[in-house]
């Protein structure tokens, strides 16, 4: 099942302006973690963010989470035209699956 | 870095013809890939759990005898979508893990594109 949902559903931005996406889930989490997409390719792996941290970040990556609130934010800064992509939130269980279940995901346009 | 590709990267079926999709960890050995669906415009859903040598755990919902999946090796499993429907088109999405990252290392493949006519 789909526990995430995201907001926006998408978003478009101006280069160089900041592009902040929120991410809220249902049950608790071992783990949340960050994924783009560009159309209709692969995913790759942005940032992971344990439940016991609270900000995470990676280059122009900042990412937050707070589990009372089951929620988490991805901010990129300084975005770019290639920052263009679906930008997917997914929480990993804790069990020994660890299997992810991806939210709704925003599609972020950033305009050059 | 790590790969995983897929085969085929798209394919058109006729309706009621089973196809095969293949996904290899090609630098590493996966003990355990995941099975995924998109449909347009949408997220990806868990459809199935591969381990290396037994049963694949199905996702609620997801029919075992028509999304046949194999994990023969611990660098390819295959999902088999048998007798095709037009809603099975989707982008069939898999990813691996590493036998000796953790748990929460998958490295995703590039996807598969099925076309069901």
């Known amino acids: 099942s789909q526990q995430g949902e995201e907001d926006p559903q998408a978003l478009s931005i101006q280069e160089g302006e900041n592009a902040t996406m929120n991410c809220s889930y249902k049950?608790?989490?071992?783990?949340l973690q960050w994924y783009r997409q560009n159309s209709g390719r692969g995913l790759v792996h942005l940032i992971l963010?344990?439940?016991?941290?609270r900000e995470k970040h990676s280059g122009r990556l900042r990412v937050t989470l707070d589990t009372s609130k089951k929620s988490s934010s991805l901010l990129i800064t300084a975005s770019r035209a290639a920052d263009t992509a679906s930008y997917f939130c997914?929480?990993?269980?804790?069990?020994?699956?660890?299997?992810?279940?991806f939210g709704s995901g925003t599609q972020l346009t950033v305009l050059p | 870095g790590a790969v995983v590709s897929q085969h085929p990267s798209w394919v058109i079926c006729k309706s009621g013809t089973s196809v095969k999709i293949e996904c290899r960890s090609l630098?590493?050995?996966?003990?355990?890939m995941f099975w995924y669906r998109q449909f347009p415009k949408q997220s990806l859903m868990l459809m199935a759990t591969?381990?290396?040598?037994?049963?694949?755990?199905?996702e609620q919902g997801v029919e075992k005898d028509k999304f046949l999946i194999n994990h023969a090796s611990l660098t390819l499993s295959t999902l088999t979508v048998t007798s095709a429907h037009p809603e099975d088109s989707s982008f069939y999405i898999c990813?691996?893990?590493?036998?000796?990252?953790?748990?929460?290392?998958?490295?995703f493949g590039p996807g598969t594109r099925l076309t069901v006519l």
């Open positions: 997914a929480t990993a269980s804790s069990g020994s699956a660890r299997q992810l279940t």
């Open positions: 591969s381990n290396e040598g037994s049963k694949a755990t199905y």
């Open positions: 963010i344990r439940s016991n941290e």
């Open positions: 990813s691996a893990r590493p036998w000796d990252r953790g748990l929460d290392t998958q490295y």
């Open positions: 049950t608790s989490i071992n783990n």
């Open positions: 630098d590493f050995q996966a003990t355990t």
